[in-house]
């Protein structure tokens, strides 16, 4: 098997295109033991997921976490599954083919999109191998992580950087790195808020409750945690919130360690504690719905919010492939693109295929293909 992969059967003159990659986290392939089995070996072992020394969590994770929590997790998805498949994969590819539209109408050049995901399939070595197919020549990444952390977007340049490492051509690269503060994207957040406060009512207070990180990552200098503090900020802003319609909270935690506080669970049993018997939650980190907000959110932390003397949790749905959602990620790669020939105003589909005609023909009278 050769080190590198390139394109044998490439021909001078080939149509180059410009391909989007979106990635997001993955999702095991059923909602059985077995597969999130697989799912959790993957991920766990990311070391941009856990820092510690490789030999010491082989053997936590081999011996201790991947014999007990598969199960568990299995029958949350279990929870969540629908008849289309894992909510996450279902949700990112309905984004990935509204982009693929609207930046086909708005481009004059061609332009394949792909969607990849850091754990189980498709991966991101499937979906570039497949833009690859496509004789992509200029790649954006587009991981679906509005909020940067070294776990989630830099993991995803890791995988991206090890799948590109076997190419024997490399594309020209740009990654968006996060979008957390775009116009586009907290306008979308707040408009998901209000139709959801017109079609359900408006509860007393709004919780948004971001995925935690153990704090030490902060202390390192990950700018993930205030990064989601910008965020809601700004949604509350946008939204006219007082300082005390609102809060931020932080959900998924595991193990002993400290992570970034408070904590959803905790944070939801004080409330109702306080007095409060009906709360918002809305998750501006997941550009899609998956096991944390629909089961996590809408399932267990409603009943810990309802244990506590609360009355009723209502969980705002992630921003999924809602139009203005998709409208505003095809406007966030527009803005990436910049500068590429498929992006130029005076890029002509005809003249290009002029050039590669021609360029076709030089090759052949000197001998190449």
Sequence with gaps: MPRYVGNPDYRHGTTESLGVLAANLGTPDAPTTAAVRRYLAEFLWDPRIIELPRPLWWLILHGVILRIRPRRSAEAYSQVWTDEGSPLLVWSQKQAAGLQKELSAALPGPVHVALGMRYGQPSIESALDSLRAANVRRLLVL????????????????????????????????????????????????????????????????????????????????????????????????????DDDWSVSFQSRVGREEWLRPYTDEHLKSLAANGLRQVDVVCPGFSADCLETLEEIA???????????????????????????????????LKNLRGWPEVSPGFRPDDRAAELAESAAIAGKAGGR
């Excluded at 940067?148 to 991206?160: E, G, H, I, L, Q």
């Excluded at 509860?203 to 153990?214: D, E, I, K, R, T």
């Excluded at 267990?300 to 998709?326: K, Q, W």
Aim: with cysteine.
């Design 143 to 242: 991981p679906l992580y509005p909020q940067y952390s070294a776990t989630t977007t830099a993991s995803t340049f890791d995988a991206v950087a090890a799948a590109l490492s076997r190419w024997r051509w490399l594309p020209d690269l740009r990654m968006i790195s996060d979008y957390h503060a775009e116009p586009g994207y907290i306008d979308a957040l707040a408009a998901s808020i209000r139709e959801h406060w017109g079609a359900h009512g408006r509860s007393q207070h709004l919780v948004m409750s971001f995925h935690g990180l153990p704090h030490r990552y902060l202390e390192a200098g990950d700018p993930y945690h205030c990064y989601c503090h910008h965020t809601a900020r700004l949604v509350a802003g946008t939204l006219g919130l007082g």
């Design 299 to 333: 399932v267990e932390n409603a009943g810990y919010f309802t244990g506590a003397g609360g009355e009723r949790l209502s969980y705002i749905p992630a921003l999924n492939a809602r139009a203005d959602h998709v409208s505003f990620l095809t406007q966030l790669v």
